[in-house]
Every structure is written in C-alpha cells, then in structure tokens.
C-alpha cells in the first residue's frame, strides 16, 4: 500500500490550504484514515481521524478550522485547513491502519504559515 500526500505549500495567516492523501488500495482496507503533523524540535502528533463508517475527530487545536473527508471512489483523504496560524508550521503525514493493525506512512507535505 503506498500513500500520497500533496497540497502543501507557504500560505499566510489567515489563510487556506487542502492536503490530499491518495492511497494505492481501496479505502475500505483501513479502519482508521489520519493526518498527523510534526513541526521542527516537535513530537508528531494527531490532526485528525476518519473511521470506515465516516466518524470524525479532531485535534482540539484544529477543531473549528479543519476538517478531515475522504472520497471512497477516489480513494483519498483530504484535510481541509481554514484560518491558518504559523503554529500550525509543519510537515503533514498521512497514515491509514488495516484491520489487522498493520500502519503506512505517507512521505509528508510541508505546510509553512507566515504570519
């Protein structure tokens, strides 16, 4: 299974980007679909969640401010970020975990919010 994050890029306070995972497999493979983050001298840390059945959850820091989808046709996940802030600097991963407790990582996109 191979994961594909795109969408990153330099953006200014204030203001919006969508990140896009495009998984090798079928979406229905994974019982958890997620976006974590790891900004410099920072442990990774959990964005957010989606289940197979669509169930939702988000960071405190985030919620508000992104959202978390997937297109099961398409196979990809996206996060949608509003109302960026430099904090939320980092490299975005995609993650998904099967049934069977088995993880892949996507490579990472790089997010920098200027303030």
């Known amino acids: 299974v191979q994961l594909q994050a795109s969408g990153g890029g330099l953006v200014q306070a204030g203001g919006s980007l969508r990140l896009s995972c495009a998984a090798s497999d079928s979406l229905f493979a994974f019982s958890h ?25 988000l960071a405190d820091s985030v919620k508000g401010r992104f959202t978390i989808s997937r297109d099961n046709a398409k196979n990809t996940v996206d996060l949608q970020m509003n109302s960026l802030k430099p904090d939320d600097t980092a490299v975005y991963y995609c993650h998904a975990r099967t049934w069977s407790a088995i993880e892949y990582w996507g490579q990472g996109t790089q997010v920098t919010v200027s303030s």
């Open 33 to 57: 679909l997620d976006w974590y983050r790891q900004a410099p001298g920072k442990q990774r840390e959990l964005v957010g969640t989606i289940t197979r059945g669509g169930s939702t959850n």
